[in-house]
Structures are given as C-alpha cells and as structure tokens.
C-alpha cells in the first residue's frame, strides 16, 4: 500500500472505489451543473436577466444543432415538416419527450412530458430559453422567421410542456412570445 493511500485511511479520506453506487454520470453532471448556473443566476441577477443570459446560450446551441441536422440530410436549409421532426427528435435525443399536438401551416403546437433538464429544470424557469432558443433559431434559420410561445413549463411547476412556434409574423407580438430572424451570413 502506498503511503498517499495509508495516509488517505488514517485521515478519515475514501479512496476512490468504482463498486460504490453514487448516481453520478456525465448527463446527470451535466444537467446538475446547467441547473446550478440556472439557478445562481437566477439568485444573483434574477430571472428575466438569468432568461436573458440562457437565450444567448441556446441561440448558440440551436445554430449548432440545426448545422448538424442540415449537415446529416445533407441540405442546404430545412422544410417546414422536417423542422417539426428535428423538434421531436431533438428532445428525444437528449432525454426529453416533445410531441406534436397540433400542426398547420403556418404553425406547431408542442408538449412535453419530460424536461431533458429532469428534476433540475423545477424552480428555474430561465433555462426554458433555451428551448424557445434552440426552436426558435432551427425554424428562423430554415423558414426566415418563427415567434416562440412557452404557455407552459415543468420548470415553472406545470406538469408539462406546451411550446407554440408560429411560422408566420403577426403584426404585434404578445409580451410573452420570442421572435426569431434568419441571420444574413
């Protein structure tokens, strides 16, 4: 035995064992940590700025994951119907359970029965920007423009999700409801 791990025992210390069950894995972490900053945020500069710090980071994600799914279907911008699947596969992906309600046109209505955040959503409603984000930029991108209503939210103690993306400007938007541009690159 060497001396760190005698001394490790002496000091009351536990040496790293991988037969001690303790839930902690990379996406727990992960979840756990985006929960934490959430929340410090949220405590620090309060919610409508923590929201406001989240949308950049979702705006960033969701560019991110709507150049992977262009990439994979190898086009150059999606269609209406496909953006709607990336929504459902997306959430799939990574541990949410988004579904369509309704569909038209000109818009989408979603729910949803798990937050991919799990419990570490609950009481930290500016992570939801970064679903009205990451929806609002693949549609922006692909469509030219999209409006993001959040009418329910796990995070803000509802049992669900039920997000409207709206494909077609109105002329004045609701207080609650995000709008989203293509970017000109």
Excluded: W
């Excluded at 992960?30 to 929340?39: F, H, I, M, V, Y």
């Excluded at 709607?84 to 988004?98: N, P, T």
């Amino acid at each position: 035995m060497t001396t760190a791990r005698k001394s490790q025992r002496k000091n009351g210390s536990a040496a790293p064992r991988d037969d001690v069950d303790i839930p902690l894995a990379r996406d727990e972490f992960a979840c756990a940590l985006t929960g934490d900053l959430s929340e410090t945020l949220q405590d620090v500069v309060g919610v409508e700025e923590a929201s406001g710090f989240m949308s950049i980071v979702g705006a960033r994600t969701g560019d991110r994951i709507n150049a992977l799914y262009r990439d994979a279907h190898g086009v150059e911008r999606l269609d209406r119907n496909s953006v709607v699947a990336v929504y459902v596969d997306l959430s799939h992906r990574i541990g949410g359970d988004f579904y369509v309600i309704e569909q038209t046109p000109d818009r989408v209505v979603l729910g949803n029965r798990k937050c991919p955040f799990g419990r570490h959503a609950e009481g930290r409603p500016s992570l939801c920007m970064m679903t009205s984000n990451v929806f609002g930029r693949i549609a922006a991108e692909n469509l030219g423009y999209s409006r993001v209503r959040l009418d329910e939210a796990i995070a803000r103690g509802d049992a669900g999700c039920r997000v409207v993306v709206d494909f077609r400007p109105v002329e004045k938007p609701g207080d609650d409801e995000r709008e989203y541009f293509r970017t000109e690159t």
